[in-house]
């Protein structure tokens, strides 16, 4: 039987089905009868400021909510759409967890500005070259990671390949618009140069906007979740 066990577990370490004990991924405890979910932080999900359709929106709720993040760091805030979604769903599963978030040009609306600035730290300045000083605020490697800044092929490239030193292992990765042609094809690439390292869990939403004033042809939207199984140090 111990035989038996042996091979079993090295074929899932060599296709990478791994049980929870040899899981990169930390299990966060709860209650065994937990509370309810709080219904009204749904609420502050659909007043977000965000770019994020409904079902973009209850996707990155629910992934900060499911997985409980202790170190989240948010690349492009803007508006503090996405950070606010993210402190909904912090707050409903009593995660007390740390949020970053860079953006070079914030624009938190007043009414806003309080709930994200007592919870989340604000770095104003470009990916990746802010970075490193986002680690140090988080006190150490994030497990998940919300990318929605620069969405030229090369600069999606450049947002993944820059975290990547200041991730830890298992941790998550989700781009917004994959469904935009170079946010696509910078995904693709860096997922093509890193694919020993992560793994692509594909596009997890299906609805998206066409792009009126251009090719009808063209849509933004959709989130593609990627795993980091190696990260760097």
Known sequence: MGKLRDLVNRWRRATGRFTLRESVVPARGVTAFPPAIDLATLELVNQAPAWLSPAERLLLYTLIYSLRPARYLEIGTFKGGSALIAIAAMEASANDGKIVCVEPHPQLPEEHQARILT?????????PDVLPRAYEVAGGPFDFVFIDGDHTSRGVRRD???VLPFVAEGAYLLFHD??????ADGIRSFLTRHSSQVVDCGILTREISPEITSSPSLFWGGMWLVQVRGAQR
Not at 119 to 127: D, K, M, V
């Open 160 to 162: 993944a390949e820059g």
């Open 178 to 183: 994959g469904f935009f042609p170079d946010v």
């Open 119 to 127: 919870r989340a730290t604000l770095i104003e300045g470009f990916s």
